[in-house]
């Protein structure tokens, strides 16, 4: 059997999972009876809720008696180190870009990551049934990306040749034929365009772990591709770090991918993408060989954290009444468990009760707590700070491009806020009545400006970004320019003081929330933080006055996510993070803390 491997990638809403899914019904042993789920692939709940790929996974399909790995990458910057890994396990990329939208920031983010790697990208331009669907276009923006990328010749050669499709109807096409009914174009043409792999029988075992899987039976798995020979249950092996250091283990289990299952086999052979068992301290980038002198594959290089974050135990009047796992030495387990496959995450263990946490991005550590909080932990979070790095004497903060669509009726009130913030504009044009602006701007500005642009932009907004490198220290900004309006009581919140105060900021709460005192119930833009009364209600009278017993009209509550609570939150200021509820609050709850703090 012949083998190919390919990656799909592409920015957030061009396709790329629901292709996938077309993909897999394209297997020569497809049922039509059973059918498929819509975005199987994205099998995690947190991704089926956000409609994002978070997490990378492989598929294998039999077409025409070859097998053909799939891979789904994900498509944020926030796992960059994720995407350079499973790219090393492939043969080729599907590039799949909206035919009318062409390439977007993440677009440019993967496809770098790939011709990087010498991959050659075959190009898919979906969703070509979009009234304003624009092909030429679309292949025009994408070989001045193409250059503007460093690609050779041989990378843009498909170019000249895209598939055309409608992954949503399972449909693609080429300019030869444009009738045609189903995806199988797709996948004749990477059997045609990707070279089959040679299997050489006379060189020792070699793979590459690529990626960390994890089972509560079979504990650490290692996903990797297999280079050279055969790999075999039973088998004694070498395990080979990048510095020649190795180990002894044995192969006692080898899980191959058929269509969506994980099937077990006895062996599996060069080229196939295959995950391995048992081996507790297996680690990304080391090389599997059964001679101890093989040489190890190239380094897979692991991104550096760029933020990071305080968790600690829930210290609030609230806490433990939905608890299940709330202690210091619990959220502690639950963090080490993280390590064993989050392999860009660190840890800093070392600091009492508190642990640092750091990460890719914000994406990336608000996946984490989110995961925590539906495994029924409880803590509390400190705002994110961005990592500084220090090159010859000089303090180094990142910087990323960021690339903002939005109604053209919007565009000055925001870039009135952006010039107040001091951000670098590098391009600015109009299209069809949507505004797109791109900007070089520092991490810290963008963390704390997301929420206020959907605030700006009423929603209608689309921002994203990307790491582009790293510059001199900015100097100082102000985070927000809103301050707290904050619970001076327990108790219930009651409608008729929401009513009175509504005038005064954004509501956080609803009424008969449950509130302590120093939660933060409010946003003021009175130039200070304010404390308010919210249990307080309205008092019976024995005489009814005209209008009295009219219904409060009360504005909609602004009730945060667990991302737009993080980017809010200031320096004195905790996300108090619990399975059923995610609340604001002071760092200090009483007054004797707060003196205590402002004279130290």
């Known amino acids: ?22 993909l897999l019904k394209a297997d020569d042993n497809f049922d039509t009876r059973v059918g498929i789920e819509e975005r199987a692939m994205d099998s995690n709940a947190q991704e089926q809720e ?4 978070i997490y990378s996974k492989n598929t294998g ?16 910057a926030d796992f960059g180190s994720e995407v350079e890994r499973v790219l090393r396990t492939v043969d080729s990329v599907a590039l799949v870009v909206d035919a009318y939208e062409g390439p977007m920031p993440q677009t440019k983010f993967v496809l770098k990551k790939s011709l990087e790697l010498w991959l050659h990208p075959i190009i898919v331009i979906n969703k070509m049934d979009k009234p304003t669907a624009r092909a030429e276009w679309v292949v025009d923006q994408l070989f001045d990306l193409f250059v503007q990328l460093w690609a050779t010749d041989e990378q843009l050669e498909h170019l000249n040749e895209p598939i055309y499709a409608i992954a949503r109807d399972g449909k693609a096409w080429t300019d030869e034929n444009p009738e045609q009914k189903d995806i199988t174009p797709l996948l004749d043409y990477v059997l045609e365009k990707v070279p089959e792999a040679p299997n050489d029988s006379e060189k020792p075992l070699k793979m590459q772990v690529a990626n960390l899987g994890y089972d509560n039976f079979l504990w650490r798995l290692g996903i990797g591709r297999i280079y050279e020979w055969t790999i075999k249950v039973g088998q004694d092996v070498f395990v080979i770090d ?23 086999a006895n062996e599996a052979f060069a080229w196939d993408i295959v995950t391995i068992a048992w081996i507790s301290d297996i680690f990304v980038w080391e090389t599997i060989s059964w001679v ?45 468990k993280e390590l064993e496959t989050n392999v860009w995450l660190k840890i800093d263990f070392n600091s009492g009760d508190n642990y640092e946490v750091a990460g890719r991005w914000e994406l990336h550590l608000s996946v984490l707590i989110e995961t925590m909080r539906r495994e029924w932990f409880e803590l509390q979070v400190w705002a994110p700070v961005v990592i500084m790095h220090e090159e010859n004497g000089k303090k180094m903060e990142p910087i990323e491009n960021v690339s903002i669509s939005l109604p053209t009726w919007m565009e000055w009130s925001v870039i009135a806020e952006l010039w107040k913030r001091k951000w670098i504009m590098s391009n600015m044009y109009e299209e069809n009545w949507i505004t797109n602006l791109e900007f070089s701007v520092p991490t810290r500005w963008l963390l704390w400006f997301k929420s206020l642009f959907t605030t700006l932009t009423k929603g209608e907004g689309l921002l ?6 790293y510059e001199e220290y900015k100097g100082p900004i102000e985070k927000r320019d809103v301050w707290s309006m904050i619970s001076m009581e327990n108790g219930k919140a009651m409608a008729y003081s929401l009513f009175n105060l509504q005038e005064r900021g954004t509501i956080f709460i609803e009424p008969t929330t449950e509130v302590y005192e120093w939660m933060i119930v409010w946003e003021s833009n009175k130039g200070q933080d304010l404390t308010v009364n919210v249990t307080k209600n309205k008092k019976l009278t024995n005489v ?57």
């Open 1 to 22: 059997m012949a083998y190919r491997n390919i990656a799909i990638i592409a920015h957030v809403d061009h396709g790329k999972t629901t292709l996938v899914d077309e």
């Open 50 to 53: 956000r409609w994002i790929t």
């Open 61 to 76: 399909i039999t077409y025409k008696g070859n097998k053909i790995n799939i891979v789904d990458t994900p498509w944020h």
């Open 242 to 264: 990048n510095q020649w250091k190795e180990r002894k283990a044995k192969i006692t289990k080898i899980l191959t991918n058929e269509w969506l299952e994980k099937k077990e």
């Open 292 to 336: 101890s002198w093989a040489d190890p594959m190239p380094a897979i290089t692991i991104d550096e954290p760029t933020l990071k974050m305080e968790f600690l135990v829930n210290n609030s009047p609230f806490a433990g009444r939905e608890w299940e796992f709330v202690t210091s030495r619990q959220i502690r387990d639950r963090l080490e």
């Open 464 to 469: 994203s970004s990307s790491f582009d490198k």
């Open 544 to 600: 009814r006055a005209s209008g009295t017993d009219e219904a409060l009209k009360l504005t909609p509550p602004k009730i945060m996510t667990l991302e737009e609570a993080i980017d809010y939150i200031g320096n004195d200021e905790y996300v108090e993070i619990t399975p059923e509820n995610i609340r604001l609050r002071k760092k200090y709850l009483t007054e004797t803390e707060r003196k205590r703090n402002k004279k130290g």
